[in-house]
């Protein structure tokens, strides 16, 4: 009787998979880098309630959240280059769109995914600090700026951090829609794998148990640095 799992092949396909897992961990590490950076400011934006922006934000928030990743993908994969190639001709602008690597609009699209997620997190953390520690940190002489860098960021990050490591763990899941547009990935070289002898099964059964690995990694990383930061807390309120 034949057996259900080629375990052989298993095996055999482990390295082979291995080798794409830092595509993946650069999607991530790259998308969320960025992410943050839009999440802050749309953040901001949207508490401070800005002119004009606020608006802007909320559309781009309203969107992002509203349709699904895979179409955001194939909207950035198409898009973009039809923008440049239109620049291009009517503004002299000199871009190859050919020459752009498939994995800058999964960058792009990422980014803008995650960082619609993430300005509700960050927009959340900050909302719930005292206003009395901005209002004194003013009263003391510092800008804005000083009172949120020095004050009430740190504060909003550790309100944050579950959230951010549960938003990087569904981001490396996400990751597996990057082969969408030919980015090989993990899931990406799963399908290449699989397809060269159908063995799909086992195939897909390496690639969760190496996705479920490194998810785990990242989940036992953030309830150590949770544990670190409470500890900084405790510490500071003494």
């Known amino acids: 009787m034949k057996p259900i799992f080629d375990i052989q092949f298993m095996i055999s396909i482990v390295p082979e998979i291995l080798k794409v897992v830092p595509v993946t961990l650069n999607i991530t590490i790259v998308s969320m880098f960025f992410a943050i950076i839009v999440g802050l400011i749309s953040a901001l934006v949207r508490i401070y309630k800005i002119p004009v922006a606020c608006q802007i934000a909320s559309t781009y928030l309203s969107f992002m959240r509203g349709t699904p990743l895979l179409v955001q993908i194939y909207l950035a994969y198409y898009?973009?280059?039809?923008?440049?190639?239109?620049?291009?001709?009517?503004?002299?602008?000199?871009?190859?769109?050919?020459?752009?690597?498939?994995?800058?609009?999964?960058?792009?699209?990422?980014?803008?995914?995650?960082?619609?997620?993430?300005?509700?997190?960050?927009?959340?953390?900050?909302?719930?600090?005292?206003?009395?520690?901005?209002e004194a940190a003013l009263s003391i002489g510092m800008t804005t700026w000083q009172g949120l860098r020095r004050i009430i960021f740190p504060q909003a990050l550790a309100v944050a951090l579950p959230s951010f490591g549960n938003t990087v763990i569904s981001l490396i899941k996400d990751t597996s829609l990057a082969f969408m547009i030919s980015v090989v990935e993990m899931m990406g070289q799963a399908k290449i794998l699989g397809a060269r002898g159908l063995q799909f099964f086992e195939v897909y059964i390496v690639v969760a148990l190496i996705y479920w690995i490194i998810c785990i990694i990242v989940e036992r990383t953030v309830i150590r640095l949770e544990k670190r930061v409470k500890q900084f807390e405790r510490g500071r309120s003494i």
Do not use: C
């Not at 699209?109 to 960082?115: D, I, K």
């Open 79 to 134: 898009g973009i280059p039809k923008i440049l190639d239109y620049a291009h001709t009517y503004y002299g602008w000199n871009i190859d769109v050919n020459g752009i690597p498939a994995i800058v609009f999964i960058y792009f699209a990422f980014t803008l995914n995650v960082g619609a997620y993430l300005s509700e997190t960050i927009r959340a953390a900050i909302q719930a600090i005292d206003k009395g520690q901005m």
